[in-house]
């Protein structure tokens, strides 16, 4: 019994020792969420995040909203047929709650996160898949009515380019663009006070694409469907003139939504929209490019704040905050420094940027 008293004894000992070498150095760069007057949030993926104690000092530090990279999607809540998987979810709302932080549910309705499982059954039995979106989102979301506090409803819902529903989804291919209105319904009689999201990409510079989602957007607000924000992902590159972001997000702003820069970064290279499709261009991150993204993330925080109105500022969020973990890489497979977090963890000058955009 001694033994066991002493070992767990040392265990607390040990771990409270290790937590403070492993604290982080003091953080001198001033706060993001402390300089915002409005939510600012990452995406974060829970493993390894709650294990790495300079990503979590970094976290509190800056963040006051998080996001899930992709533990609340659904190819991660059900990943086989019909059973939830709700532990990482519990677990992070567990630790926004503790750490009071505003929890964003990222997502509900995506093609790209729909389980195989789901796609195999529809195709089968298309009467299914109806009555299956009905009781997973009211299952969902009901479970965590009050805790997350909005959520991407339907996400990518649009072609990639240009206008017109995306076609390459189940959700489409079996419930046609009906699936859209309904998933708002669900979520709203789920938790009518979680914040409705329809979130996409490249709305900030596709023209066609964006007419084609504002219309869909007011279209909803003229029938009364529960929509109350949408989001930009804002996946931008250096070269997206700020002009054709400001027009859009002035457009947006004009329906009277919240409007939330739902999963920031600012890219050098070229991707296609498309895994490991992608041109690099730069292999090297030059003093000038570094001062480049800085201006460019000053310009978007300012847009936002002088074109958004300040009650329709439901937050910035980015995705993912340092170039070591950036989605970029992984995913369209080529180099780049997309966020404002350097591979070691030091701050570059694009978290000035965004500082003085705040300021
Ligand atoms: C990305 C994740 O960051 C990656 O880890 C994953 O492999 C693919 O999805 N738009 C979205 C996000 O809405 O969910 C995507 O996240 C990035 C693009």
Redesign the pocket.
């Known amino acids: 019994m001694k033994v066991v008293i002493w070992a767990v004894f040392l265990g607390v000992l040990v771990s409270g020792c290790y937590s403070v070498l492993d604290e982080s150095p003091h953080i001198s760069e001033r706060s993001l969420r402390k300089t915002a007057n409005f939510p600012i949030g990452t995406?974060l993926r829970f493993l390894p995040f709650i294990v790495d104690q300079r990503l979590k000092a970094l976290h509190e530090h800056h963040f006051d909203s998080y996001t899930a990279?992709?533990d609340m999607k659904m190819h991660r809540v059900m990943p086989f047929d019909n059973e939830f998987n709700f532990q990482t979810v519990d677990a992070i709302v567990a630790y926004t709650q503790q750490n009071d932080q505003r929890l964003f549910g990222?997502?509900l309705i995506w093609h790209s996160s729909t389980p195989k499982w789901v796609v195999e059954k529809a195709r089968k039995d298309p009467q299914w898949l109806a009555n299956f979106m009905r009781e997973y989102i009211h299952a969902y979301v009901g479970r965590y009515k009050g805790l997350v506090h909005g959520w991407d409803v339907v996400?990518?819902g649009i072609n990639t380019h240009g206008g017109g529903y995306r076609t390459d989804s189940i959700w489409y291919e079996i419930l046609g663009e009906k699936y859209i209105e309904q998933a708002f319904h669900y979520a709203h009689e789920a938790d009518p006070d979680a914040v409705l999201f329809y979130?996409d990409?490249n709305t900030e510079r596709d023209m066609a694409k964006f007419d084609f989602m504002l219309s869909m957007v007011k279209d909803l607000q003229a029938r009364g469907v529960p929509i109350s924000g949408i989001g930009f992902?804002m996946?931008i590159r250096m070269d997206i003139p700020d002009e054709v972001i400001a027009e859009t997000l002035q457009k947006a702003a004009d329906t009277g939504l919240q409007i939330h820069l739902s999963?920031v970064d600012v890219i050098f290279n070229t991707h296609n929209d498309s895994k490991g499709g992608g041109v690099e261009n730069f292999t090297v991150l030059t003093p000038e490019m570094r001062a480049a993204q800085r201006e460019k993330y000053k310009n978007l925080v300012r847009m936002y704040r002088e074109i958004v109105p300040k009650k329709q500022q439901y937050g910035i969020t980015f995705?993912g905050f340092n170039d070591r973990d950036t989605?970029i890489k992984k995913?369209f497979a080529m180099i780049d420094w997309p966020t404002l977090y350097d591979e070691d963890l030091q701050a570059k000058p694009a978290l000035l940027g965004v500082l003085e955009g705040l300021d």
Do not use: D, K
């Open positions: 995406s990279g992709n990222h997502n996400n990518e979130n990409f992902q996946h999963e995705w989605w995913f």
